[in-house]
């Protein structure tokens, strides 16, 4: 029965992996992103058209929040305390163990190497528990992105970058990145920042 319920527990913990993925998978179909993104079009769009709120202040609009959303999703779905508790525990064992190690203490490694399972199981059930969030989190950033796609090419607005100068949004800006991402990146992060200091939770 234990064996059961541990097999289920794994398999759900990459559940919302699985799902992440299949999410992120949905990006290389062309008919599922232009029928998402004109059907949000129809919601944002006014604001473009109808508002004049141009197209580089509408993506910082969207990335703060989708800033609130994901942060708010990670804070009541993450235990924080437990995964900051449990790297301080797994720090301190490295320490020891290598101590044991240097002291030459066989004894002391056995000791420390049954336990080391116990706590890589801890931080593995930890690293599943990130994954949780995420799957929620692309269900309002993915179909974004699908309306981002379609409609750049119908807001060809222009943005001064540094180093870049005045670039297009559609235009690459670094490798294979299109400015418009650079920029999303850039407002997603500085505000996310911010929202995750008010909230006290840490990184994921």
Request: charged residues 15%; aromatic residues 14%.
């Amino acid at each position: 029965m234990a064996a059961k319920e541990k097999k289920k527990g794994l398999f759900g913990g990459y559940l919302p992996l699985l799902f992440a993925m299949a999410m992120m998978f949905s990006y290389s179909i062309p008919w599922l992103r232009a029928g998402v993104g004109s059907a949000i079009d129809r919601v944002l769009g006014p604001l473009l058209t109808q508002y004049g709120v141009p197209f580089y202040i509408l993506i910082v609009i969207l990335s703060t929040l989708t800033g609130i959303y994901s942060s708010l999703i990670q804070k009541y779905t993450i235990d924080y305390e437990k995964m900051q508790r449990t790297q301080a525990q797994m720090k301190e064992f490295q320490r020891e163990f290598r101590e044991a190690q240097l002291a030459g203490d066989e004894k002391r490694i056995k000791k420390m190497q049954a336990r080391q399972s116990i706590l890589m199981q801890e931080q593995m059930e930890m690293s599943q528990a990130q994954f949780k969030p995420m799957a929620y989190i692309l269900i309002v950033s993915v179909p974004i992105f699908f309306w981002l796609l379609w409609r750049l090419p119908l807001s060809p607005d222009h943005l001064a970058f540094p180093f870049l100068g005045l670039t297009a949004l559609t235009e690459g800006a670094f490798g294979p990145f299109p400015a418009w991402i650079l920029w999303y990146m850039i407002c997603s992060l500085c505000i996310s920042q911010v929202i995750r200091k008010a909230l006290n939770i840490g990184g994921v």
